[in-house]
């Protein structure tokens, strides 16, 4: 009988909510306003990113109106017709009537959210779409629309006027959302500004809408609503009660009211410190602390110290971000189970420990101009994370943790870049660095034998007899050093029936060494560590002192070590010297954002590889624009490979050269051609362009009331491929995490890889992709606006990244080694050495076939790496884009076989991008959202018409059956 008669009070409100136009108009304002925020408020389209963050980011705005609008003459209407008498003698309690006309209001606002599915359908149909976050905010737009409506329930049924309601109720949900914002809350410290948020229904729904389902944030909302319906309840009961009446039931009424209301209230108190209770909706669990990271505070040998420092009076942009960094921080003393302690200090507040960071970590203060209606001033604010372990300590600062884009002309929106990636970083630098200090057996965990192939002493020259003395010693004291870890021997390859010789050729590649082209004799001189699994060639090294020789052993020992930092060489262009640029030549392609991010997990060194040989401690070379590549140069490249090493290359056929006036594409020679080709790689001598695009930036000028602005127009352009969907192969752990890259000015590859060789295509082009060698690259559009590029020839897709792995055989075999030829003509040309003149040898020989270890990653592309690119692949979201450095930290991770960050990396980039959309294909998304929710509209006309009637009929006979009663 009661859920009976709540039902039929819902049904009622609801009958007489569409029985008037006004309802559908409510309807329609709303549903205009999403869409017309979204699309064009908010610039959709120019954001690039699939998400609909942009809908949920105004509709805690949005929803004030709609549930002040919805709920005006729930009770106003009732007040003003005379009909609340009748409601206060029917026998139904008065919670009846009141969460029924919740439950209709409750309805009414979950169909205006329904009619907005369309959206989320629309971008899920063009790109790939996180429906994690898309369900926790309906999800939090739900429970937030109800306390909303709660409110206006209560002001409703305290007032006969139903403007009076509409204004009431706006204004107390307006103050509600208002308490967290950052024009609020800036004006207070750091502790007031936590209490305003968690009292703020919007910094909760931001925190749900980005994918972090809080039992907190949820039961708050839920606490608001039944406050404001227990209160509800009571204003209308006390319209029940006589003046002389019971005054005992009145006064019990209150106590239980006021009892309901507090317990409801304080309960947001105590789970203030509850933190466990949450659920990360988005895929791939991005706000959690990962696997990975756990992995490696278990590795932790003494207690890891994790203070952040963070000032009470900050920047009101970065305001909302420390409580996300405590909580992170936090996380990570849990996880840490006692390993980990985290301290949250402010400088400001404690003299001794500003001076300490000051004085001992570098940690300085950054001004920041804050301003407020009534003066500007300047706030000198901490945002850092000192990360410590033993004596090695990183340091984070705010421009290291905090990413910045630019919206429209004044606009700036302020996020965490990546801060559990940041921070593990930071805790792998300070983990490694100080295991790296200790002795290198230590991080040793599988024995390690030394192998010399070597001659025997009457076939060496005197020099290499004279260094094989220094070699065991250094090995002696090894071996005595490692505790067993470490043994030596060494292996005449000619003793006996040569069959040794005949073995490391076939496995290893190894051929007889000289000293000169002209020295007839040939001998072994090949230093090899091994486990029993790998293999890594030890160089000899051309300083024959005794720190040189362990020196180069100890390089070859890191790399059956855990817990120290990889070395990458990385070659690329030099900048030329600024006098030349004055004088006009093009600064060329520069890579300081590749080298940033490298040099955040690993140790960077840059090398241009003229010496004919990579740093011995090198792990991995990454190579980008090469240019004229001399024989050296490849040699270095092709035996490091030899020995097993990964190299990656990023060279096209064509390189862009911009100047005042124009924009080209010229004919690039890499030196690199014939080698790759050898290995199975062709680069072709043309441009891939591709329907499938990211826009380029073109400045354009407009004029508005008198004033000239510079914009950017964001214009279709084919030689800039977006590989997204099938082209970004899924299975290849490069391309873990990237929702597609841009790769610019790209040629594409042509493979044909030996039988030894495994290829992986990791990147193409979409099947609508052309080729093109014409050098004017300027981007095209007619009058209307639209591309001025037409494809040309056959169109198919086109491999743009590829990776081999296995035997390789050397572009070198064969022939004598260009150091040696070198070093004869050099010779004849030196001064002879002084005294003082370090000892040095060269010697060297061709290793003719790599391991199966050896693995070689070629991109078509000279340019994609580049900072220039970069910020113009960016420049749509007012920022440096990142997806095609990650590809390339990626390979690196996965080259030395540190999986770990990869995932960690991925969790951070969860900007999905759109794929390039013509103005065409825009707009029919746009109005097709018009026309669906104008469709929903008539969907709900038509079903809650036709039942008006019929319940209309049902209502006055349950209000004639009630006076009867």
Known sequence: ??????????????????????????????????????????????????????????????????????????????????????????????????LGKFLACWVLLSIALVLTLPLPFSIAFIADLDWGPVLAGYLAALLLGGAYLSIGLFVSARTDSQIVSLLVTSLLCGVFYLLGSATIAGLFGAATQEVLNALASGARFESITRGIIDFRDLYFYV???????????????????????????????????????????????????????????????????????????????????????????????????????????????????????????????????????????????????????????????????????????????????????????????????????????????????????????????????????????????????????????????????????????????????????????????????????????????????????????????????????????????????????????????????????????????????????????????????????????????VVVDPQNFTDKQVFALDQFLMKGGTVAVASGAYGAEASATALSAVPRASGLEAWLEHHGVSVGAALVMDPQNSAFPVPVTRQAGGFTFQDLAMLDYPYFVDVRGQGLKEDAPINVGLPQVTLSWVSPLTVNAAETVAATTLLESSPEAWLSTDTNVMPRFDEQGMSGFEPEGEQRSHVLGVALEGRFASYFAGQDSPLLTNEESAADEAEPATEETEETLTVSGVIDRSSEAARLL??????????????????????????????????????LEDQNLIGIRARGNFNRTLPGLTSTEQSVIEYGNYLLALLGIGIVLF???????????????WLQAGEAA
């Open 223 to 621: 606490s608001v609503a039944l406050v404001f319906l227990a209160l509800n309840v009571y204003a209308l009961e006390r319209e029940r009660w006589a003046a002389d009446g019971d005054q005992a039931h009145h006064q019990a009424w209150q106590l239980g009211t006021g009892l309901l209301v507090a317990n409801l209230l304080l309960a947001n108190v105590w789970l203030h410190n509850v933190s466990s209770l949450r659920a990360d909706m988005t895929e791939g669990n991005f706000y959690s602390i990962s696997d990975a990271t756990e992995g490696y505070l278990e590795q932790l040998r003494e207690p890891l110290l994790i203070r952040g420092y963070f000032s009470a009076k900050t920047h009101p942009l970065l305001a909302p971000l420390v409580p996300r960094m405590k909580d992170l921080l936090r996380e990570y003393e849990v996880a840490g189970g006692g390993r980990v302690r985290v301290e949250i200090v402010d400088p400001a507040d404690d003299p001794e420990i500003e001076n300490e960071a000051n004085t001992k970590y570098g940690i300085q203060a950054v001004p920041f101009q804050v301003a407020d209606r009534y003066q500007a001033s300047l706030v000198n604010s901490y945002f850092n994370v000192l990360v410590s372990y033993g004596d090695e300590y990183e340091v984070l600062s705010f421009s290291d943790l905090i990413e910045v884009k630019v919206e429209g002309e004044t606009e700036l929106d302020v996020q965490l870049r990546n801060p559990e990636f940041d921070v593990t970083s930071s805790i792998k630098k300070v983990l490694y660095g100080f295991q790296g200090g200790a002795s290198i057996f230590d991080n040793v965990s599988n024995p390690v034998e030394f192998v010399g192939y070597v001659s025997a002493d009457g076939v060496l020259p005197e020099e290499l007899l004279e260094f094989k003395g220094t070699l065991d010693g250094v090995l002696s004291v090894l071996t005595e050093e490692s505790g067993g870890k470490f043994s030596a021997r060494f292996v005449d390859p000619d003793a006996g029936d040569g069959s040794v010789a005949l073995e490391i050729a076939d496995a290893y590649g190894f051929q007889p060494m000289a000293l000169g082209v002209f020295d007839d004799s040939r001998f072994y001189f090949y230093l090899t560590l091994t486990d029993g699994e790998a293999l890594v060639q030890v160089p000899v090294p051309q300083a024959l002192s005794p720190e040189a020789v362990r020196g180069s052993v100890e390089e070859g020992l890191k790399r059956f070590a855990t817990g120290l930092l990889k070395t990458v060489v990385l070659s690329a262009p030099a900048a030329p010297p600024p006098f030349m640029q004055q004088q006009g030549m093009p600064p060329g392609n520069q890579f300081t954002q590749l080298e940033s991010f490298l040099t955040a997990d690993f140790n960077v060194v840059r090398d241009d590889l003229t010496a004919g040989t990579v740093p011995p401690e090198a792990e991995m070379v």
């Open 943 to 957: 079903i809650f018409r036709r039942r008006a009637s019929r319940q209309a009929a049902v209502y006055r006979d």
């Open 858 to 895: 070629v991109f078509g592309s000279n340019d994609f790496l580049a900072d220039q690119t970069l910020r113009m692949v960016g420049s749509a979201d007012g920022m440096i884009s990142g997806n095609a450095v990650q590809l390339m930290v990626n390979a690196v991770d996965w080259a």
């Open 1 to 98: 009988m009661q859920l009976n008669a709540i039902t039929q009070i819902q049904r009622k409100e609801l009958v007489l909510f569409f029985a008037s136009p006004i309802g559908y108009l409510f309807l329609a304002a709303y549903l205009a306003a999403t869409l017309f925020v979204f699309f064009w408020g908010e610039s959709f389209f120019a954001r690039n990113i699939a998400d609909v963050r942009p809908m949920f980011e105004w509709l805690p705005i949005l929803l004030i109106f709609l549930s002040a609008a919805i709920t005006m003459r729930m009770w106003s209407e009732e007040r003003r017709t005379g009909t609340l008498e009748f409601v206060a003698t029917v026998p139904v309690s008065t919670w009846h009537f009141v």
